[in-house]
């Protein structure tokens, strides 16, 4: 059957916003996880690192901090995976300011925007390096 006449074209359907409300629980999840300041942020910054299962479930768990795609991976995890409490501790303030450029690419929309809104100076490096 077709949809009622009366049912307004620009009405949401009830998928659409189911879809909105989990997008919206989505991002809320990596607000939550973020820190105060990047100043918080004392992560290592050379050696080779090891996650934990519940950061790492899926793959990788050592990460390699003097190979760039493996620091660049590492990052991509924690970012991902990593609660506000891993944060602090598997990355570093300086480290992160210098892979955001590529790094806001590798991660999700929801991450990137969880970040870039709460830490204005992660965006402006974007702009920077463009």
Not at 47 to 54: A, C, F, M, R, S
Not at 122 to 130: D, I, K, Q, V, Y
């Amino acid at each position: 059957m077709s949809s009622s006449p009366q049912q307004s074209a620009s009405a949401p359907s009830p998928s659409r916003m189911r879809s909105a409300a989990d997008l919206a629980l989505y991002r809320e999840k990596f607000r939550r996880r973020l820190p105060e300041s990047l100043d918080e942020l004392h992560g290592p910054t050379q050696g080779v690192v090891e996650l934990p299962l519940h950061m790492a479930w899926s793959g990788m768990t050592s990460y390699d901090l003097g190979k760039p795609r493996r620091r660049m991976g590492l990052y991509r995890t924690v970012l991902h995976e990593g609660l506000r409490d891993d944060l602090p501790r598997y990355l570093d303030r300086d480290l992160l300011l210098q892979l955001w450029p590529v790094l806001r690419t590798l991660v999700g929309r929801s991450v990137c925007s969880a970040w870039e809104d709460a830490f204005p100076q992660l965006a402006s490096r974007t702009r920077a390096a463009a």
